[in-house]
Nanobody, 120 residues
């Protein structure tokens, strides 16, 4: 159906930067929500940044001013630029897409996740 593939994770020192990318493939008529979530060991999965209807964005308070989400609708990709990274940003980051099929059915999809480790 639809597959999401994340890339760009890795090991970075505190204060460094990483850029994550997510590419969507497969049959989906209209994508109306694309974003990033993360989950650290022992913690719940949380919203990091997301595009909503009308190209509006929403960010977690903990990443405002440091992270920036962007997208390319033609390429069906969404990226997350992460600056001034902190050890508490260490987590598995997941791409999420929500949209409608040509039959009007809403579907939600998740990527497999990419590890981001912020450490000296």
């Amino acid at each position: 159906q639809v597959q999401l593939v994340e890339s760009g994770g890795g090991l970075v020192q505190p204060g460094g930067s990483l850029r994550l990318s997510c590419a969507a493939s497969g049959r989906i008529f209209r994508i109306n929500r694309m974003g990033w979530y993360r989950q650290a060991p022992g913690k719940e999965r949380e919203l990091v940044a997301v595009f909503t209807d009308g190209d509006n964005t929403d960010y977690a308070d903990s990443v405002k001013g440091r992270f920036a989400i962007s997208r390319d609708g033609i390429k069906r990709t969404v990226s997350l630029q992460m600056n001034s990274l902190k050890p508490e940003d260490t987590a598995v980051y997941y791409c999420h897409v929500g949209g409608y099929t040509e039959y009007g059915t809403f579907r939600s999809y998740w990527g497999q996740g990419t590890q981001v480790t912020v450490s000296s």
